[in-house]
C-alpha cells in the first residue's frame, strides 16, 4: 500500500505540474486601415513566410492560427495553407510569392490565377511573418542508471520569445487593410528529482491564439466580432 | 603455428565483418518521391518535345568525403515527376520523347533536355542552425526540329526543412529535396519567358501564328 502512494504522488506532482506550466506573456498591438468587411461566403488564407536563409515562419503557427480563427458558424471560413498554395503553384511558393501588394495585382493579370482566387472566394489574405527562438538556457540535469535503480537529479531552464507580424491583405481591394503584431515570452523550468518534472512555456501556442482572437475582431464587421 | 595462422584468419575476418558493419552504419540511403501540383497560367503556343534522359530519371546523388558521413540521394523519380508535371502545362502540346535526338515526331517546335549539373546540402551540425538545406542546380538546353541549340539556361534551386525536429536525417533531407524541387518548377515555370532567346522564340512564334489567322480568314 505504502509503495503505490509512493508512485502515485509524484505523478499527482509532475501533472500538477504540466497543468500549471510555465508563465507566458503575450503583447498584441493592431494597426488599422478599414473596418473588418468579411461577408457570408468569402475566405480567408494564412499564409507564412518563407522568403528567408535565417528562419522560417513555422507551419505548425500558420495551421494553430487557421484552425483556431477557422469558424464557419461566426461567419470565418479559412483556406488551410498547403491547399491553397498547391491551388495556386507556383505563385505562392517561398521564392515566388509576392511581397507587397502591388505585385498581387500584377498577379491578377493571369486569368486563370485570378479565376482560381475567386473560385476560393478570397477576401483577405494574412502573411504571418516571424518565428518562434529559444533566447537563453541554463542548468543541468544529470541521468543515472545503476542496480539499484534509475534517476535524475538538477535543474534546467530556458526562454523562448515569439515575434510575429500579421498583414492583412484586402484581396478585392488590392489595399493593406492593417498589421497585428505579437510578441511572446515565457520561461520553462524542468527541475528533476529522481523523475524530470517539465513546466513548459507554451510561447509559441500562446502567440498563436493571441493573434487569432485579434485577427477575429480585425476581419469581422464590427457588429459581427462583437457577437 | 596452425592455431596461430587460424587465429590470425579469424581476427582478420572479424575485422573485415567490423568494418562493413562499421561502414553500412555510416552510410546514408535516402530515396525522394515526390508528387507536385500542376501550375496555374497561360500556356506558351508550342508544341514541345522533352527528353529526359535514363541518367535523369535515375539520377543518384553519392557522396563519400572524410568529413562526412556517406549518402547516396535518389531523386530521379521525384524530378521526373516535377519536370513532366511543370512542363506538361506550360505549352499547348507536350510529346515526352523516349530518345533524343534520333527519331523526333514531326511538328516540334522546341526540345527542352535537361540535367542535373550539381546537388549540395548541409546538416544541422555543420551549420549550427536547426535545418537541413539543399541546393539544386539544373542545366537546361532547348532545341529546334534540327538539332540546333535554341537557349541555355540555368535553374537554381533551394529547399529547407523547418526543423529537424524528431526527424531522421534521411526524411528531414528528403523533405528538404521536395521543397528544392517545388522551387525548381516554379523557377521554371515563371523563368522560361525570361530567357531571352526563349522570349524572343515566343514572340515569333505568336507572330507567325497571327499571320497564319489573318490569311487564314483572307
Same mark, same amino acid.
Given at each position: ?24 506573456? @503575450?503583447?498584441? !498591438? ?11 461566403? !468569402? ?16 507551419? !505548425? ?14 461567419? @470565418?471560413? @479559412? ?49 504571418? !511573418? ?98 | ?53 535514363? %541518367? ?9 568525403? %572524410? ?41 516540334? %517546335? ?28 539544373? %542545366? ?30 534521411? /526524411? ?7 521543397? /528544392? ?38
Amino acid at each position: 500500500m505504502k509503495s503505490l502512494s509512493n508512485l502515485v504522488a509524484p505523478l499527482l506532482l509532475a501533472t500538477a505540474a504540466l497543468a500549471s506550466g510555465g508563465c507566458t506573456t @503575450v503583447v498584441i !498591438d493592431e494597426y488599422r486601415r478599414s473596418t473588418g468587411e468579411l461577408a457570408v461566403g !468569402d475566405s480567408v488564407v494564412i499564409l507564412g513566410r518563407r522568403h528567408s536563409s535565417e528562419y522560417e515562419t513555422e507551419p !505548425d503557427l500558420i495551421d494553430c492560427v487557421g484552425d483556431t480563427l477557422h469558424s464557419p458558424e461566426a461567419g @470565418v471560413n @479559412v483556406i488551410p495553407e498547403q491547399q491553397f498554395v498547391d491551388a495556386l503553384y507556383p505563385w505562392f511558393e517561398p521564392r515566388k510569392a509576392p511581397m507587397h501588394i502591388k505585385s498581387l495585382s500584377k498577379l491578377m493579370d493571369i486569368p486563370d490565377v485570378r479565376d482560381r482566387m475567386e473560385q476560393y472566394g478570397v477576401k483577405y489574405i494574412v502573411w504571418i !511573418d516571424g518565428s518562434t527562438e529559444t533566447t537563453s538556457s541554463a542548468g543541468s540535469i544529470g541521468c543515472s542508471i545503476s542496480t539499484a535503480g534509475a534517476g535524475c537529479f538538477g535543474f534546467g531552464t530556458w526562454d523562448k520569445e515569439s515575434d510575429y507580424e500579421a498583414s492583412v491583405w484586402d484581396f478585392r481591394d488590392q489595399e493593406l487593410s492593417g498589421k497585428i503584431s505579437a510578441d511572446a515570452q515565457g520561461t520553462s523550468y524542468m527541475p528533476a528529482i529522481v523523475v524530470p518534472i517539465p513546466l513548459i512555456a507554451r510561447v509559441q501556442n500562446n502567440a498563436c491564439k493571441g493573434m487569432a482572437a485579434q485577427l477575429r475582431e480585425f476581419l469581422l464587421p464590427p457588429q459581427s466580432a462583437s457577437r | 603455428m596452425t592455431i596461430w595462422l587460424n587465429g590470425l584468419r579469424t581476427m582478420g575476418r572479424l575485422t573485415a565483418v567490423l568494418a562493413a558493419v562499421l561502414l553500412t552504419a555510416c552510410a546514408h540511403t535516402v530515396s525522394v518521391d515526390g508528387q507536385f501540383p500542376t501550375p496555374v497560367g497561360n500556356q506558351h503556343p508550342l508544341t514541345v518535345g522533352v527528353y529526359l534522359s535514363d %541518367d535523369f530519371r535515375q539520377f543518384t546523388y553519392s557522396e563519400n568525403r %572524410d568529413d562526412r558521413d556517406e549518402w547516396n540521394i535518389n531523386t530521379g523519380r521525384a524530378q521526373k515527376n516535377l519536370f513532366e508535371t511543370v512542363l506538361g502545362s506550360m505549352f499547348r502540346e507536350t510529346i515526352s520523347l523516349a530518345q533524343y535526338p534520333s527519331d523526333l515526331p514531326q511538328g516540334l %517546335d522546341l526540345v527542352i533536355v535537361p540535367e542535373v549539373r550539381e546537388l549540395q546540402f548541409t546538416m544541422p551540425r555543420e551549420t549550427r542552425v536547426n535545418i537541413f538545406e539543399v541546393w539544386i542546380k539544373y %542545366d537546361m538546353h532547348a532545341y529546334n526540329q534540327r538539332g540546333d541549340s535554341v537557349a541555355e539556361w540555368v535553374i537554381t534551386a533551394y529547399g529547407k526543412t523547418p526543423t529537424a525536429f524528431l526527424k531522421s536525417q534521411e /526524411a528531414a533531407l528528403a523533405q528538404a529535396i521536395n521543397v /528544392a524541387l517545388r522551387d525548381a518548377g516554379a523557377t521554371l515555370y515563371t523563368g522560361f519567358t525570361q530567357v531571352p532567346e526563349l522570349q524572343a522564340f515566343i514572340v515569333n512564334k505568336q507572330r507567325a501564328l497571327s499571320m497564319q489567322e489573318v490569311t487564314g480568314e483572307k
